[in-house]
């Protein structure tokens, strides 16, 4: 895709289903690699690619020893694409939902996007080159979800920032668009019972799971020069699930 290539790009929860897959397109497209996850690499396929156009970055998003060490990363000279994937799930309804399972996955989905987002945003203005941050939203964001009070609202939170900072980011050139993925087969989605996915795949025009790889894609054309006029945006990408 146009304008990746030698792109640094920045990728949170990049050892999970979905991180690994947008890291290895975008390195395939020849952009340079700024990794993090809570996970360390060896546990990923992604090894394979390090050094070479690669930093990995062990950290927690979600406190300010994770954030300082993924700001020490990209340094001065900053990240031109920022991908805010790491995001987690605590499954309860409503009335049996603790304030931990609450507050965690506030502070994960939304906190530490907005903090990182924060973080980047500065920098590329400073840098005046422009850049583009894009978000994890979820079509649960669109419908809820029995069981996801807190995962639903942060990502329903998530499209609301995405619009805020597209625009007060839009004339520095920074563009900020969300992705909502339907079911997409990785260890998140397969928490979930079989039966459900099942009823899933046939509610969906599609009929499939999606696959780390067609997220990957819309984020790499998010990124690219090819979606230069597209800010504030969530792209559905769902096999017509919420149509
Ligand atoms: N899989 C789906 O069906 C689906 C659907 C809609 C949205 N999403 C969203 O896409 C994103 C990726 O999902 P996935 O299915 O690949 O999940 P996953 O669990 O496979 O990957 C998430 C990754 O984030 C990392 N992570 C979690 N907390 C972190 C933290 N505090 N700091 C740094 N890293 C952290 C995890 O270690 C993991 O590697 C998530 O935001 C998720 O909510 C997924």
Not at 89 to 113: C, E, F, G, Q, Y
Not at 131 to 147: D, K, R
Request: hydrophobic share 45%; net charge neutral; with cysteine.
């Amino acid at each position: 895709m146009r304008g990746i290539q030698g792109k640094r790009v920045l990728i949170t929860g990049a050892a999970g289903g979905i991180g690994r897959a947008t890291a290895q397109r975008f390195f395939d497209e020849g952009a340079r690699l700024l990794l993090c996850d809570v996970r360390a690499l060896a546990d990923t396929s992604l090894a394979a690619l390090f050094p070479e156009r690669m930093d990995y970055v062990v950290g927690d998003i979600s406190t300010e020893a994770g954030l300082s060490a993924v700001e020490a990363a990209f340094g001065d000279a900053g990240v031109d694409v920022l991908v805010n994937n790491a995001g987690i799930t605590r499954d309860k309804s409503s009335l049996k939902m603790t304030n931990d399972d609450w507050d965690r996955v506030i502070a994960v989905n939304l906190t530490a996007v907005f903090r990182l987002s924060q973080l980047v945003a500065r920098k590329m203005k400073e840098r005046g080159r422009g850049g583009v941050i894009l978000n994890a939203a979820s079509v649960v964001a669109h419908t809820g979800n029995f069981g996801q009070a807190n995962y639903a609202a942060t990502k329903a939170g998530l499209i609301g920032l995405t619009k805020t900072m597209a625009r007060e980011l839009g004339r520095a050139g920074i563009r900020v668009n969300a992705v909502a993925p339907g079911f997409i087969d990785t260890p998140m989605a397969r928490a979930v019972p079989e039966a459900h996915i099942a009823g899933l795949c046939e509610r969906t025009p599609l009929a499939r799971l999606g696959k780390p790889e067609d997220i990957a894609a819309a984020y790499c054309f998010l990124a690219s020069d090819d979606a230069a006029f597209i800010t504030g945006t969530c792209l559905n990408v769902d096999g017509g699930l919420v149509i």
